[in-house]
């Protein structure tokens, strides 16, 4: 019996006899693999992987029956090769244009680093570096010794440690300090801080006991007064930084808390949570307590983020007394919360930037004036854009009702628009108002500006298509 017209071998026979037949136009997955698109799915995936998915991709094509597919196939099989290895391996990490005026964007990696000090990190990363080890002596060093000399020249601390976030350092220091024992905390400042991981269940998970004082939205000294007990081991006050109460409220600041601290023998760790270090003079973060003050107005410990207002790698800081943080340095988490050589190189750098006094890129949310204008004149120019006023944020749960009043620019364009920027190389992140794109560049370095203005090109060229 002749095989049935409708079967893949009857169809393949038919395009063999068949000059017209689009599979035949097909090409072998030899030549397949030797295009540009399919070779830089090669150097991420593997040629293997990338194999075995062009030649079910071909079979796909030659045995299918859609005509309109087969005339696309050299984008089709791309398309398809790259979206099925991306299905079974994930997405690779790809440079990212953060064009959102939200500076610490959790989502795109929060802070960035100075584009020259991302630069002299390298040879720190392809080779060895002492990170553990003394050159003087050849014997083991401390990971650690270099980053506590920096934080505390420039917070006044006497002592710290770094690990990999500030939850960790929240969490080593209940711990170690606090296990078994009650910690006294606002209830205006138990919070949520992200992920849905809240205050009260880290320190239940550190073994900590926690005790509750005051209201939602007033809480006094004599709150804190009365819960001291003999099991109390800490005070924890939390900064509340990705929110606000308004109106009836009452608080008590770091320095009230930290002399009935003193009084009753308790010490008192503060979460300040951002990792301002030093006073900024910024009105969005004027108010905002810096790691020196804290430490200044006698807070036993302090702990913070290194990759939020710092500029740095994510990392959290813990610094203040020294008999509390060389107790840390000992516990068994300190070990397991440690950052490895990468955070380590980074920090560093950052940090002696912040010793230096070296602008960061934070200090682009407030650029010059009369200099921005022309930046942003220059590229909504090239963009057919307008300039309009926009206000930005710090984020990273930093001064969340605190608007960075400035320009941006506007482009024609809708949400088709934002995906395809996402999409492109460099990707670009930016928002819609009113019906258009909008671009911030205070979140955008300088030195990104062409390939901004190549990836919007891109994005409406595709558009066109």
């Given at each position: 019996m002749p095989p049935s017209t409708s079967s893949p071998a009857a169809r393949s026979a038919d395009s063999a006899s068949d000059p017209g037949d689009p599979r035949r136009r097909l090409p072998a997955v030899g030549e397949l693999l030797e295009r540009a698109q399919i070779q830089a799915l090669v150097e991420v995936y593997g040629r293997e992987r990338v194999l075995v998915q062009a030649r079910a991709e071909l079979a796909r094509l030659r045995e299918g029956a859609d005509r309109a597919?087969?005339?696309?196939?050299?984008?089709?099989?791309?398309?398809?090769?790259?979206?099925?290895?991306?299905?079974?391996?994930?997405f690779p990490l790809r440079r990212t244009i953060n064009a959102t005026g939200v500076f610490v964007h959790t989502n795109l990696g929060r802070a960035s680093l100075?584009?020259?000090?991302?630069l002299q990190?390298?040879?720190?990363?392809d080779a060895g570096c002492d990170l553990e080890l003394d050159l003087d002596s050849g014997r083991r060093g401390d990971r650690n010794r270099r980053l506590e000399r920096l934080l505390c020249l420039i917070t006044g601390a006497e002592a710290a440690v770094v690990v990999n976030n500030n939850a960790a350092a929240l969490l080593l220091a209940v711990a170690c300090l606090a296990r078994d024992r009650e910690v006294v905390v606002s209830r205006g400042e138990l919070v949520e801080i992200g992920g849905s991981f809240r205050i009260p269940d880290l320190l239940e998970a550190a073994g900590g006991r926690l005790v509750e004082v005051g209201t939602t939205n007033r809480t006094g000294i004599d709150d804190y007064a009365r819960a001291i007990g003999a099991q109390t081991a800490l005070l924890l006050k939390v900064q509340p930084s990705n929110y606000r109460i308004v109106g009836?409220?009452?608080?008590?600041?770091?320095?009230?808390?930290?002399?009935?601290?003193?009084?009753?023998?308790?010490?008192?760790?503060?979460?300040?949570?951002s990792g301002l270090l030093a006073p900024h003079s910024a009105p969005q973060l004027a108010a905002h307590p810096s790691h020196r003050t804290l430490v200044e107005?006698?807070?036993?410990?302090?702990c913070g983020s290194g990759d939020k207002v710092l500029g740095g790698p994510q990392a959290g800081l813990l610094l203040g007394r020294r008999a509390l943080i060389d107790r840390c340095r000992r516990h068994p988490l300190f070990r397991a919360l440690r950052?490895?050589?990468?955070?380590?190189?980074?920090?560093?750098?950052?940090l002696r930037r912040h010793l230096a006094g070296a602008p960061m890129p934070l200090d682009r949310m407030w650029p010059p004036p009369h200099e921005h204008r022309a930046r942003l004149e220059r590229v909504a120019e090239a963009l057919g854009g307008e300039v309009i006023e926009a206000n930005a944020y710090l984020g990273g749960g930093a001064a969340p009702m605190d608007a960075i009043p400035g320009e941006a620019i506007a482009i024609d364009g809708d949400g088709d628009l934002l995906r395809r920027l996402r999409s492109g190389d460099p990707a670009v992140v930016g928002y819609a108002r009113e019906g258009r794109v909008i671009v911030d560049l205070r979140t955008v370095a300088p030195e990104d500006d062409e390939a901004l203005l190549r990836a919007v090109r891109g994005a409406r060229a595709r558009g066109a298509d």
């Open positions: 597919a087969l005339e696309h196939a050299d984008e089709l099989l791309a398309s398809r090769i790259r979206e099925a290895l991306e299905a079974a391996a994930g100075p584009h020259e000090l991302a990190l390298a040879p720190l990363l009836f409220t009452a608080s008590v600041g770091e320095a009230a808390l930290a002399e009935l601290g003193r009084e009753r023998g308790v010490p008192l760790l503060v979460d300040e949570g107005v006698g807070c036993d410990l302090v950052p490895g050589r990468g955070v380590v190189a980074t920090l560093e750098a950052v």
